[in-house]
């Protein structure tokens, strides 16, 4: 389905009303808890690595998508608390998954320690604060498994609220997955978001990640990594990925979010035909 003027229906099933971790009944650990047991395997071939600051209540939201999946692949699911001051780590505690505690503020040491505590052959990057499809798991491991490939990415989108509505949200993940296709033919990197990406781990430990506080340590790893083999992009809409509109809503009104994107697109058009030089990644700018 397109969602054109509509959230999908199964994301009120996650979309939990609390407003703090307090307000949390214990049967909804309890369901949530039920279904990751029926979920998760003993030997994972996939870690599910979800980086999480000051989430107290989205982290529950995610989780329980997951603990949602409808697949066969064996896999575990592991939270790295990136310092929260909130509540946070009491969440993690009450669910019957992997939670660690990373002192060292940053997106890049929070998944970092992530790879290194995962034990499945695949690693997927999930965000604390995203809804995931029952298929996502399965159409991103297929992904990874094709010959050749080291990382994958998918596509996320929108969810409406009011102000911001799924018609304007449709016509502009148009405009993004158009831009993505041209990206990916010579910087897929540009592409890959720890929203919804997979690697090998085996070359995720290899390259590692920016141990420093910095946007886009996840275009950063996918660029170390294509040295190891091919990345692809998960197109299936069986894996698109929901999150809310905060990002958006940070630039303002709806509209100069959008400026500021298409802005940035086409002030750097020309360099998409071309690909990046090599370079340290661990020490490059985002300028």
Known sequence: ???????????????????KYEDIPASVFDEINLNLDKVQGEDPLVSVVIAA????????????????????VPFEIIVINNNSTDRTQDTLDRLHIKS?????????????????KARGNYVLLADADCFYPE????EMVKGLQEPGVVCVYGRYSFIAEPGYPRWKFYLLEKMKDTVAELRHLKRPYLNAFGISMGYVREYGLKAGYVMRKIRGE???MCFDLMQYGKVKQVKSGKARVWTGPRTLQQDGSFSKAVLIRV???LKRFSSMFVPHPPHDTKTSTND
């Open 100 to 116: 660690f505690f990373q002192g060292i503020q940053g997106w890049g040491p929070a998944r970092q320690l992530g790879l290194e």
């Open 135 to 138: 298929r996502w798991v399965d």
């Open 1 to 19: 389905m397109t969602h054109l003027f509509s959230n999908p229906e199964w994301l009120a099933n996650f979309n939990y009303p609390y407003a």
């Open 53 to 72: 600051w000051n989430e107290e209540v989205n982290v529950l939201n995610c989780v329980a998508s997951l603990s949602k999946s409808k697949t066969t």
């Open 263 to 265: 802005t940035k697109e």
């Open 218 to 220: 996840d275009g950063r």
